[in-house]
């Protein structure tokens, strides 16, 4: 892959992890890794354009029918797509259509740029996520093969034992904390091409000691409470958190740093805090 590479634009398709959840910002708005991305490209590119399409909650089918399209049409140097997830923590996922739907998406970006850059998707250490964790891998495992037939890049950060740091995520257990988005930024600017910034995002953090045994239990407590419970609600009531969302950068404009171009007025900010009713 060319060193140094120079790209002029950035479209980032997917959902909630590409919308930069649980990076918060003091105005109520989300960053995430795709906008500390776009900052980065901005700093050696004049006039460099960034849009983000990605919308927490989304299924990959939607992401095909309502994000793809609209990315491939922009011809941007640089797409990034990371879906499907969403659909395995489904009790019933159907995995062939996931998997013909992720082939689809990609079949439709990876000629309109210069470079599609596909991820596997980090996982968080802990129980609850086991069961799921083989169609998780069934994913990724898609996502490798799509990337080579169409010369995409990918991106483990599924691989990658710093990312599964519980304290890489927020209390939600599901999104990234600042930290680790800012990780995923510094992957995939590597994968672009550029040389490292700040500290490697494969190093470890710093070892401490375990909360102990009530405090773990008061954590899964509060966790169930807040996050789990009105998860499985949702699920149940086919509702998503992203509900009549529009994306927060829909167009391929040039790039400004922390400006939302989305107020998602009470049910945005009720989510910032504590992540209290956020989805993927």
Not at 33 to 61: C, E, H, S
Request: net charge neutral; hydrophobic share 40%; glycine share 10%.
């Amino acid at each position: 892959m060319q060193t140094n590479p120079t790209y002029s634009s950035l479209v980032a398709v997917g959902d909630s992890f590409t919308e930069g959840m649980s990076d918060l910002l003091p105005d109520g708005s989300y960053r995430g890794w795709a906008d500390l991305l776009a900052g980065r490209m901005a700093a050696r590119t004049p006039g460099f354009r960034y849009a983000n399409l990605a919308v927490r909650g989304k299924l990959i089918g939607q992401i095909v029918d309502e994000q793809v399209d609209a990315a491939a049409a922009m011809g941007a140097d640089v797409i990034t797509l990371v879906g499907g997830l969403n659909d395995t923590l489904r009790p019933a996922c159907d995995m062939g259509r996931v998997r013909g739907l992720m082939e689809e998406a990609v079949e439709r970006l990876a000629p309109a740029c210069r470079r599609l850059v596909l991820m596997r998707s980090p996982g968080r250490q802990g129980p609850v996520l086991h069961r799921f964790r083989p169609r998780m891998e069934e994913l990724f495992a898609c996502v490798g093969e799509l990337a080579e037939r169409h010369g995409a890049v990918v991106v483990d950060l599924y691989g990658a034992p710093s990312l599964a740091d519980p304290r890489m995520w927020d209390v939600d257990r599901l999104h990234l904390t600042a930290e680790g988005h800012r990780r995923v930024a510094e992957a995939v600017w590597q994968a672009l091409g550029h040389p490292a910034e700040d500290t490697e995002w494969r190093t470890p953090m710093p070892a401490t000691l375990p909360p102990g045994w009530v405090n773990r239990r008061v954590a899964d407590a509060r966790f169930a409470h807040r996050h789990l419970l009105p998860w499985m609600a949702r699920r149940l009531t086919g509702r998503s958190s992203g509900d009549g969302l529009a994306p927060k950068r829909p167009a391929l404009l040039p790039y400004e740093p922390h400006v939302p171009l989305r107020p998602d007025g009470p049910a945005h900010l009720a989510g910032g805090g504590d992540g209290a009713g956020r989805d993927r």
